[in-house]
């Protein structure tokens, strides 16, 4: 079995995926996270575990994919990876603001395939 892999925001994916990845554009203009609601936090040491109420799932996240995570939850129309981009500044630290929106989409997308958040 491989080793988990951890996105260029921290967040951590298992390495063999439950089923077959959702086919999605790179580039969607808007998303919309599991509403705050349903999602039970927990901070540990530095790390974020996040409890899925609707899909029983647990996930451990680094503190930037949290704040994504967290961002989705308080926009229910949705928002875009630029405008996540904007609001996160600094983070994740040491990219560019091209590489910024670029990490974001990968979230989102890895996000998407754990059942977190989905393109409107």
């Known amino acids: ?9 921290g967040l951590r994916l298992p390495a063999e995926p439950p089923g077959p990845a959702p086919t999605l554009p790179k580039s ?3 998303w919309r ?5 349903r999602l ?3 901070e540990w040491e530095g790390d974020f575990v996040v ?6 799932s647990t996930h451990l996240l680094r503190s930037e994919a949290a704040s994504i995570l967290r961002r989705l939850g308080e926009v229910p129309d949705g928002i875009a990876a630029e405008a996540l981009a904007e609001g996160l500044s600094g983070r994740p630290a040491g990219l560019s603001a091209v590489d910024r929106v670029s990490a974001i989409e990968d979230a989102l997308r890895d996000f ?5 958040a989905r393109p409107v």
């Open 1 to 9: 079995m491989k080793p988990d892999a951890v996105s260029p925001v």
């Open 28 to 30: 969607t203009s808007h």
């Open 33 to 37: 996270g599991v509403p705050a609601r």
């Open 40 to 42: 039970v936090w927990r």
């Open 51 to 56: 409890f899925n109420e609707e899909t029983g």
């Open 112 to 116: 998407a395939r754990l059942g977190l």
